[in-house]
C-alpha cells in the first residue's frame, strides 16, 4: 500500500515520504513534468529597442516568465480558430517603457493571463533609451522548449538502517554526519531516516577507525519527494498533474492494445 507522509511545505515547495512504489514509478512521475503543459511567450515583435540587451535577449528573457493561464485554455493548435489566434489559446501582451530605469515584469500589460512575479528584472535602460515591443504567449511543454517546464520534481531513496543492540560503540558518529541524522539517545544511538541522505561519512569513518561499519543501505521501496514549482501551479497540483499524464498515456497504449488484431 501506498503511504505519503508530508514532511515540509511552502507556498512554491513541497517535500513527502512515500513508501510503497518503486524507483521506476517515481523516475515516471518526475519525468512526466516535462508533458505538462504551462503558458510561456513565444513570439515577440520589436518596434523599439535602444537597450543595450539584443532583441533575442530580450526575448529569451521574456520567455522564461512564469505565467498562469486560464484553466479553459487550449493548445494553439488544437483550438477551433485553426492557429490564427484567439482568447482561448493567445494571451498577448504590450510593453512601452522609457530609461532611465529598471523596466519590470509588471509594467508589461497582460491579455488572457496573469503575470505570476511582478518583479522580474527584464532589462536595464539609460536616459532617453526606449523599449516598445509586443508578445504573444501559448501553450507549451517541456518536450518541446524547457521554457514550458513548471518546475522541477526529484526524489532519492530513504535509508534503511539495521541497528544492532549494541550501539553503544557507535556514539561518536553522532558528529560525524553532516546531516546530523544520528541521534544520541543515552548511552545508545538512534537513526532519523528521512535526515540521512546516504552520503556514507559514518561509514568511511568506521572504516578508518576500523570498526564494524553501521547496516546502511538505499531502500528500494520508500523515497524522499522534492517538487518545486516555478510558479504556475501549486507544487501539489503539480505532482498531480504529473500522475495524469500518465494516466492519459497508459491510457493511449491500452487502447492501442485492445486493438490489436
Ligand atoms: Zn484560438
Sequence with gaps: MVKIEKLKETKDKITFSIDGINSTIANSIRRSTFEIEVL????????????????????????????????????????????????????????????????????????????VFEEMPLVILAKDQELELTAEAYLGSAIEHTKFLPGLVWFRSNAVINLTKDTESYTDLVNICPKRAIISKGSKIEIDSLKCDLCECCIEYCNEKNKKPLDLKASEDSFTMFIESFGQLEPKELFIESLNIIDKNLDEVAKAVKKLK
Design 40 to 115: 510561456a511567450i513565444d513570439l515577440v515583435e520589436f518596434y523599439k529597442n535602444d537597450s543595450a540587451l539584443y532583441d533575442e535577449m530580450i526575448a529569451l528573457r521574456l520567455g522564461l516568465l512564469p505565467l498562469k493561464a486560464p484553466k479553459s485554455f487550449t493548445r494553439r493548435g488544437d483550438c477551433s480558430c485553426k492557429e490564427k489566434g484567439c482568447l482561448k489559446c493567445t494571451a498577448s501582451f504590450k510593453l512601452k517603457a522609457e530609461g532611465p530605469g529598471t523596466v519590470y515584469s509588471k509594467e508589461l500589460k497582460a491579455k488572457g493571463c496573469d503575470i
